[in-house]
């Protein structure tokens, strides 16, 4: 075969022909005929050249589109599917364009959503937290206690710089008197103050300086002031001692402080909890670290006074409370199934245990068991450490006394005869 300097360049092979041409001419080189080559040889060369040929001819653009598979469907005659095209609002699969939008943490004195079933949980028990700026930190530590039970709710009415002493900036005493005549929903009452108490109190015209006696009388009063409408509107009433303080004239003002409440709240009809051993080391001292309520070492007093609690500290504050609370609470629960039934389906159990009871023939067995005889509350006294006395009172004398054979038989090292009844009868049946 003549080999071919000069192809017809047409428009579409122009980019493909000048980039093979060594290619081209490889190819043609190698289809001489050898005048030795067999038939067999020469239309197996022919073949390639034929499909070599075929490859540049397809268009450019069709080989951009479909590839070497294009190619080979036009080949052999397969047709291939279309691929869809694109949606024009389709976005790409990543994950940052399915982020949700909303609030990861919902508090728990709101009404929480019961997981899975995504209906509202209506509160049924209801926990108000009176006081100060530590108030505000236990109630965010019943929040988060209570976090599994979102049929209790966790309202908080504390107001920071408040205390007993200043009723001209707020009155405690009024403030329980209104909250118990507003008829509202409350179960258990949470009470905390103390922080800004150790000032002078005005009684009247006169000005009482802070833990003398009249200072201490007036306080006492406000305490009891604070209880007793709370517990005459049938609330549970729990008052949180004060921690220990890192200074240490603050320290013994709280210690007298938590005196007055533990006499008082008391008195008034209130529950007083002591948290002071949870927050003080081994020796009663304060210390702002300490275990938490997983047995942790954390800080549990904030910094940089120590006054404060951390979120640790404020779950461990409310560790005090919860159990209190939790009692209260399940204190009304029916813990007892059949007590909560209808009268008429209770008879009727009654009597199907009855039936139950005569039938096994308890009745009976119950009737024929005689009373058991009366026992004595005290019975004769008997001496430990005297020796024994024969009927007479008289001392019994080895040499003398008439043992009788059983005697001898214990004198002359013999075993004596069992007596019915005794320890040592092992005779069987037993005579009825």
Not at 1 to 8: A, C, G, I, R, V
Not at 330 to 342: E, S, Y
């Amino acid at each position: 075969m003549q080999q071919q300097d000069n192809l017809p360049v047409t428009a579409s092979r122009g980019k493909t022909l000048g980039a093979s041409r060594a290619k081209q001419e490889a190819i043609d080189q190698s289809l001489v005929v050898s005048p030795g080559g067999s038939r067999v040889g020469q239309l197996t060369r022919v073949a390639v050249l034929a499909l070599c040929c075929w490859g540049l001819v397809v268009p450019v653009s069709r080989a951009q589109e479909g590839g070497f598979p294009e190619f080979l469907q036009h080949l052999f005659g397969l047709s291939a599917r279309p691929a869809p095209p694109p949606h024009r609002n389709a976005k790409p699969d990543h994950p940052r364009a399915k982020r949700v939008k909303g609030q990861d943490y919902v508090p728990s004195s709101r009404t929480r959503e019961a997981s899975g079933a995504g209906a509202r949980v209506q509160p049924t028990s209801f926990v108000t937290v009176l006081g100060d700026s530590l108030a505000m930190m236990a109630a965010h530590g019943l929040s988060d206690a209570f976090a599994n039970r979102p049929e209790v709710s966790i309202a908080s009415v504390a107001r920071d710089l408040s205390g007993l002493t200043r009723d001209d900036y707020y009155d405690w005493p009024k403030a329980a008197r209104d909250l118990a005549a507003s008829k509202k929903e409350i179960d258990v009452a949470v009470v905390m103050l103390g922080i800004n108490d150790l000032q002078p109190m005005k009684d009247g015209g006169e000005t009482l300086d802070p833990l003398s006696d009249k200072w201490r009388a007036l306080y006492a009063q406000r305490v009891e002031a604070v209880v007793t409408p709370l517990r005459d509107a049938h609330i549970t009433v729990l008052w949180a001692g004060l921690p220990p303080m890192p200074d240490e004239r603050f320290n013994a003002q709280a210690i007298a402080l938590n005196e007055i409440y533990r006499d008082n709240v008391e008195k008034a009809g209130g529950r007083y909890v002591d948290i002071w051993d949870g927050f003080a080391d081994q020796n009663g001292r304060y210390s702002a670290f300490g275990p938490d309520v997983d047995g942790q070492y954390a800080r549990l007093r904030s910094a940089p006074n120590g006054v404060y609690f951390t979120k640790a500290g404020s779950a461990k504050l409310a560790q005090y409370l919860e159990a209190d609370i939790r009692r209260t609470l399940d204190k009304g629960k029916t813990q007892n199934d059949i007590a909560a039934l209808p009268p008429d389906i209770e008879q009727e159990a009654d009597d199907i245990n009855a039936e139950i009871r005569r039938e096994m023939g308890a009745d009976k067995a119950s009737a024929n068991v005689l009373p058991s005889p009366t026992k004595l509350e005290v019975g004769p006294i008997l001496s430990l450490t005297a020796r024994p006395a024969a009927p007479n009172a008289e001392l019994l004398n080895a040499l003398s006394a008439n043992l009788g054979v059983e005697g001898q038989s214990v004198r002359l090292g013999q075993t004596a005869p069992p007596q019915l009844g005794r320890a040592d009868d092992f005779s069987w049946p037993r005579p009825k």
